[in-house]
């Protein structure tokens, strides 16, 4: 299963096979079944042309005794290393085996970031402020989304992705406020990545200068290490939680350009230290931006709102400015 | 972290390679994984064992190069070893160091037939 794909663990709720009603279809070679299988299967929404750096739309046909004869096209890839311009597999010579070196230089994540470039292209597009939403487990994700689309949805369309191991039980509180919702199940992955999240996009068909929410998967570790193609990270730390944590947790606080400090109703009953907690997070990233909160009472909410309509008013200006030319 | 998605990422990239290289068969992959990346070279080497199985990289070596993490300390105006991927300056004790190296995580070459 390629879990960058997601395409092998991770399941779409209400995704019968990925759907053949879409735009483009590409290959991935999943890494659990016979490695000359590369399957095409169509995915996303897509209006415009693809330069991931993924071979697609070209894959003939797949033998299965590890003779390729399959050529696919190597997309210009942007930001990669190597250039395949050249097309060395034009070179190859079926059936003639050597031993060689290859150089690839090429960075792990680099399949996720060309998915992330799409979606983010595809938000800029239709003027949309996507905000991924990452906390640990428990945190208040869920209960402060759906305060939040209670208090915004009058003025903005609303769209959320959930993001859990298992359950569609976030997707459905988020339905109750009448939002659209999306349950991304990733199985065994500890983290949602850009690929599911496209897949995601096309089931949920936001709407123009919406507001689209993405709640990860409650983990501080690694959803801080792939981009969805989202404008800005929100992590949330709540007040039962260590006032360190964003020294333990580094990368997620360095990744991310809003904190909200959760659940500000219990500090009378807690020996939590906010100025501590602020310090931490602001030695690992000096541009984070703090917001004290509770999701329960709603103290400091108007101040987190104030945030994000500045910015889903941007994104929806620039979009008009690149339809105006 | 997540070793076992970064692992099935970099099988991924070989079976892209091998299409697009046309080879069918990968006996040794080198790895730049940086000291800072996050990233657990032994969970790597476990998992890489387990994704590979049915591919065209079954039975393939794989080696880790190790990049050391390194900073500049704006303080110091130098380059200084770094241990810990947001910590301090091992000369000074001042956390103004941005990481120069050390966060790779990078298929650098194979060894293909
Ligand atoms: N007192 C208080 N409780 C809160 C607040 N926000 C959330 N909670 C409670 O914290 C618990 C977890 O909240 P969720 O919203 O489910 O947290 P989450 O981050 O979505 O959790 P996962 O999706 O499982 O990672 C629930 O019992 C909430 O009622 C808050 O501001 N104050
Ligand atoms: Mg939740
Ligand atoms: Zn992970
Ligand atoms: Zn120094």
Redesign the interface.
């Known amino acids: 299963m390629c879990t960058v794909c997601g395409c092998g663990t991770a399941t779409l709720e209400g995704d019968k096979a990925h759907g053949d009603k879409h735009g483009h279809s590409h290959s991935h070679a999943h890494g659990d079944h016979d490695h000359s299988h590369a399957h095409d299967h169509d995915h996303h929404h897509h209006d415009h042309d693809h330069d991931h750096d993924h071979g697609h739309g070209h894959s003939h046909d797949h033998d299965h005794d590890h003779h390729h004869h399959d050529h696919d096209h190597a997309h210009g890839a942007g930001g990669e290393a190597l250039d395949y311009g050249a097309g060395l597999a034009g070179v190859h010579v079926p059936g003639l085996s050597q031993e060689r070196i290859v150089q690839i230089e090429r960075d792990i994540l680099s399949k996720n970031r060309s998915y992330a470039e799409e979606n983010r292209g595809y938000f800029a597009r239709k003027g949309v402020l996507a905000l991924n939403f990452v906390s640990s487990p428990g945190s208040g994700k869920t209960s402060l989304l759906v305060r939040a689309i209670n208090d915004l949805k009058d003025k903005h369309a609303i769209a959320v992705v959930e993001g859990d191991q298992q359950t569609s039980n976030d997707a459905e509180r988020i339905r109750a406020t009448g939002a659209k919702a999306i349950q991304v199940n990733t199985g065994k992955g500890c983290h949602l990545d850009a690929h599911m999240v496209g897949h995601a996009l096309e089931t949920l068909d936001i709407a123009d200068n919406s507001l689209l929410f993405v709640e990860n998967v409650g983990n501080l570790v690694c959803p801080a290490a792939f981009d969805l193609g989202e404008a800005h990270k929100v992590v949330l730390l709540s007040t039962t939680e260590g006032e360190d944590k964003p020294s333990k947790y580094p990368d997620m606080f360095a990744a991310a350009d809003l904190m909200l400090l959760n659940k500000s109703d219990l500090l009378p009953h807690l020996d939590f230290d906010t100025d501590a907690c602020i310090a931490h997070a602001l030695r690992v990233n000096p541009n984070l931006q703090t917001l004290i909160v509770s999701a329960k009472t709603g103290e400091g909410l108007a101040a987190f709102y104030a945030w994000v309509e500045a910015r889903s008013d941007l994104a929806r200006r620039k979009a008009e400015a690149r339809k105006a030319g | 972290?997540?070793e076992?998605?970064?692992t099935?990422?970099?099988?991924?990239?070989l079976?892209?390679?091998?299409?697009?290289?046309?080879?069918?068969?990968v006996?040794t992959v080198w790895?730049e994984i940086g000291a800072l990346s996050?990233v657990e070279p032994g969970a790597m080497e476990f998992c890489f064992d387990v994704?590979?199985?049915?591919?065209?990289?079954e039975g393939a070596r794989l080696e880790i190069v190790r990049t050391p993490g390194q900073g500049w300390c704006l303080d110091c105006e130098k380059s200084v070893a770094l241990s810990e991927?947001?910590g301090a300056c091992p000369e000074c004790g001042g956390?103004k160091v941005q990481m120069t190296s050390g966060d790779e995580?990078?298929?650098?070459?194979?060894?293909?037939?």
């Open positions: 972290m997540h076992m998605s970064l099935e990422s970099v099988v991924e990239i079976c892209e390679e091998g299409r697009r290289q046309g080879f069918a068969r006996k790895l996050g994704v590979t199985r049915g591919t065209l990289a991927r947001f956390y995580m990078r298929v650098k070459e194979l060894e293909v037939e």
